[in-house]
Nanobody, 117 residues
Framework: QVQLVESGGGLVQPGGSLRLSCAASGSIFTIGAMGWYRQAPGKERELVARIFSSGTTNYADSVKGRFTISRDNAKNTVYLQMNRLKPEDTAVYYC???????????WGKGTLVTVSS
């Protein structure tokens, strides 16, 4: 089992920045890819960014050039630096990790990001 705790959400004006953090605990040796998803009201959950154990990253087209995902393996933490935020980035952001042996997903409870003036 892996437990995930997100932090860093909040209210920010358009054009502003936020950094989300997700700390993992439990069976951390099983963690493979780590990522962030988001779900806006009335919409399906979507992948925002993901980083693999190798350091390879991928991003949704809508956030390329504005968001950066990183991980600190020593701290078992994944980060999402979000710059030039737009109102359409408003959503609940969820941390996700994948067990590299079983492929099982683990999810955090989510942190709300609101971009509004």
């Amino acid at each position: 089992q892996v437990q995930l705790v997100e932090s860093g959400g909040g209210l920010v004006q358009p054009g502003g920045s936020l950094r989300l953090s997700c700390a993992a605990s439990g069976s951390i040796f099983t963690i493979g890819a780590m990522g962030w998803y988001r779900q806006a009201p009335g919409k399906e959950r979507e992948l925002v960014a993901r980083i693999f154990s190798s350091g390879t990253t991928n991003y949704a087209d809508s956030v390329k050039g504005r968001f950066t995902i990183s991980r600190d393996n020593a701290k078992n933490t994944v980060y999402l630096q979000m710059n030039r935020l737009k109102p359409e980035d408003t959503a609940v952001y969820y941390c996700n990790v994948i067990n590299k042996y079983s492929g099982m997903d683990y999810w955090g409870k989510g942190t709300l990001v609101t971009v509004s003036s």
